[in-house]
Structures are given as C-alpha cells and as structure tokens.
Nanobody, 115 residues
Framework: QVQLVESGGGLVQAGGSLRLSCAASGSIFSANTMAWYRQAPGKQRELVATHTKGGSTNYADSVKGRFTISRDNAENTVYLQMNSLKPEDTAVYYC?????????WGQGTQVTVSS
C-alpha cells in the first residue's frame, strides 16, 4: 500500500506559476508510471502529464509547453511545475502511481487561477 500526499496548490493569477508536489509513503522507483490528473467542477478527471520509469514524459495538449513533470526517486516525490497558468487550469489536481500490482491516488490539491 502506497500513500500519496499532494501539496502546493493555491490561488494564483493568470500568467502565474505553481509547483505541485506529490510525496509517496513508499518507494516510487518501481512505479511504472507516475502521473498527474486534474478534475474541474462538472467535468471528468483528465490526464495532465505522465512520467514513466524509463524517463519518458507525456503531456495533454492543453498543457504542453507550460507544464513540466519531474520525478525524484531518491525523495519518492513527483513534481508538476505549472507556468503561464490560465483560468481553465483551475481544478483539483491528483497524483497517481501505477505499479505492476496496483494503482494509487492522492487526495488532491486545489489549484485556482483567477483572470
């Protein structure tokens, strides 16, 4: 069982930046994929970014060039650097860890971008 705790959310003006962190209670070294998702009010949860064990990253088209996912296996932490934020980025952001034996979610952190 792995527990994930997100932090770093908050209120920011459009054009600003935030850095989200996801701290895992166990090792993320063996996680096949670490990912960030988000869910805006009234919308389905959507994939924002992924980071595989091999080091590959992938981003939703809506955040490409603005968001960067990184992974620190030694600290068991995953980050999401978010720049040039837009009001449409407002959502609860969730961390996800996918292992061969299961998938785990954090409780989410709220990001609100004002116009």
């Amino acid at each position: 069982q792995v527990q994930l705790v997100e932090s770093g959310g908050g209120l920011v003006q459009a054009g600003g930046s935030l850095r989200l962190s996801c701290a895992a209670s166990g090792s993320i070294f063996s996680a096949n994929t670490m990912a960030w998702y988000r869910q805006a009010p009234g919308k389905q949860r959507e994939l924002v970014a992924t980071h595989t064990k091999g080091g590959s990253t992938n981003y939703a088209d809506s955040v490409k060039g603005r968001f960067t996912i990184s992974r620190d296996n030694a600290e068991n932490t995953v980050y999401l650097q978010m720049n040039s934020l837009k009001p449409e980025d407002t959502a609860v952001y969730y961390c996800n860890a996918r292992y061969t034996y299961g998938s785990y979610w954090g409780q989410g952190t709220q990001v609100t971008v004002s116009s």
